[in-house]
């Protein structure tokens, strides 16, 4: 069982930047596919970015390659992303979310919304 909790979230303009952060708690343990999926008004979620728990490959949407970056701290059991030159079209409820393999999404948080506007 692993708990998840995310912060970071927030109003921010155009161009600007924003970190989301996702702590985890629990049996960490199992934890080995990290990742970031965001949900906009009428749309279905969609993965964003994933990395392995080792670092040894991440992964990124079309959609966000080169604005976004992932990352993570294991020993804060942390995972992080950056998302600069943002968009109104990145408006959307964000969500971390953990898995015991490649692509699985065991475990989530609870969200956290993200709004880019002037």
């Known amino acids: 069982q692993v708990q998840l909790l995310e912060s970071g979230g927030g109003l921010v303009q155009p161009g600007g930047s924003l970190r989301l952060s996702c702590a985890a708690s629990g049996f960490t343990q199992s934890v080995y596919y990290m990742s970031w999926h965001r949900q906009a008004p009428g749309k279905e979620r969609e993965l964003v970015a994933s990395?392995?728990?080792?670092?040894?490959?991440?992964d990124y949407a079309d959609s966000v390659k080169v604005r976004f970056t992932i990352s993570r701290d294991n020993g804060k059991k942390s995972w992080y992303l950056q998302m600069n030159s943002l968009k109104p079209e990145d408006t959307a409820v964000y969500y971390c979310s953990a898995g015991t393999r490649w692509r699985s999404n065991d475990y989530w948080g609870q969200g956290t919304q993200v709004t880019v506007s002037s």
């Open positions: 990395i392995t728990r080792a670092g040894g490959r991440t």
